[in-house]
């Protein structure tokens, strides 16, 4: 079975303050894919970022950065000088590769708040 | 417009009335998704629709029933729901159903049942 874990329910930082969001994973393929999402108050869901599980390398997008490991199945988000626009639930998700479904699975969810 | 669109944003509704929620993509893709958000909850699928035909049926109570009369529009209709049915209703689309393909969001539907 798969599962996601984002153990971190709520997280409040100051402004400029760097912040790292955990996502802990679970499957049993050998071929996954990991997903972070953002929901802010307005409610869509705004896709950030697609790992595959063949591909370990950390990548880095302006202020945000993700940290893949598979010998601790965790796929981290990192957010550098946070700014108030980044309040929001950060969802990670993960999908496996099979004939049908390309189910996400998503975690719980972690709601980032940053204050002025 | 681009990307998935939903309507209406809001609604409210009684427990007797039967009402439908609309999501148009403009994407071109091929696989279309309903998803209920409730509050402090995971994300959880509903239904699944691939060119048109429903590959995932989620154990949704048959009080909700999903419409795909083309790869674009996914209606999903609503009739004597209850209040534990309050939520924000979610449309998705991707490119294809195998995984590995990103799932964009429509805005949500913000239901309440009285």
Known sequence: AQKVTQAQTEISVVEKEDVTL???????????????????????????????????QNE????????FQKSTSSFNFTITASQVVDSAVY?????????????LIFGQGTELSVKP | ETGVTQTPRHL?????????LKCEQHLGHNAMYWYKQS????????????FKEQTENNSVPSRFSPECPNSSHLFLHL????????????????????????????????????
């Open chain 2, 39 to 50: 509050a402090k909850k995971p994300l959880e699928l509903m239904f699944v629709y691939n």
């Open chain 2, 12 to 20: 409210v509704m009684g427990m007797t009335n039967k009402k439908s």
């Open chain 1, 60 to 67: 880095i997008s302006g202020r945000y950065s993700w940290n």
């Open chain 2, 79 to 114: 009739h004597t729901l209850q209040p534990e049915d309050s939520a924000l209703y979610l449309c998705a689309s991707s490119q294809e159903l195998a995984g590995g393909h990103e799932q964009f969001f429509g805005p949500g539907t913000r239901l309440t049942v009285l």
């Open chain 1, 22 to 56: 955990d996502c802990v994973y679970e499957t049993r393929d050998t071929t996954y894919y990991l997903f972070w999402y953002k929901q802010p108050p307005s409610g869509e869901l705004v896709f950030l970022i697609r790992r595959n599980s063949f591909d370990e």
């Open chain 1, 91 to 103: 969802f990670c998700a993960l999908s496996v590769f099979y004939n049908q479904g390309g189910k």
